[in-house]
């Protein structure tokens, strides 16, 4: 099996910065993309970024051009960097990797427990 843990998640004023964190470990054979999605009080979750990994990126809308992700294959392990925050930007959010075991044909998602993010006006 393969775990998921996100890490990085706060309180932060609207403007501020935050930079989350999420591991994968166990019995890893390939992960194909990892990304990240958030949801929020009474909304369906939403993807905010994913990075296959060869880097290739793709961002939601709402975030473009404040939130950075980016990854590192030796680690298993992907970032999101989010600058210029917004008290919209509220919610948890839930790190997602894309395993492939040794012998198998489909993909499957790996999911985080989540983490808080908090943005104040």
């Known amino acids: 099996q393969v775990q998921v843990v996100e890490s990085g998640g706060g309180l932060v004023q609207s403007g501020g910065s935050l930079r989350l964190s999420c591991a994968a470990s166990?019995?890893?054979?390939?992960?194909?993309?990892m990304g990240w999605y958030r949801q929020a009080p009474g909304k369906q979750r939403e993807l905010v970024a994913t990075?296959?990994?060869?880097?290739?990126?793709n961002y939601a809308d709402s975030v473009k051009g404040r939130f950075t992700i980016s990854r590192d294959n030796a680690k298993n392990t992907v970032y999101l960097q989010m600058n210029s925050l917004k008290p919209e930007d509220t919610a948890v959010y839930y790190c997602n990797a894309k395993h492939v075991s040794r012998f198998a044909v489909n993909q499957l998602d790996f999911w985080g427990q989540g983490t808080q993010v908090t943005v104040t006006s």
């Open positions: 990075i296959t990994n060869g880097g290739s990126t």
């Open positions: 166990g019995r890893i054979y390939r992960i194909n993309d």
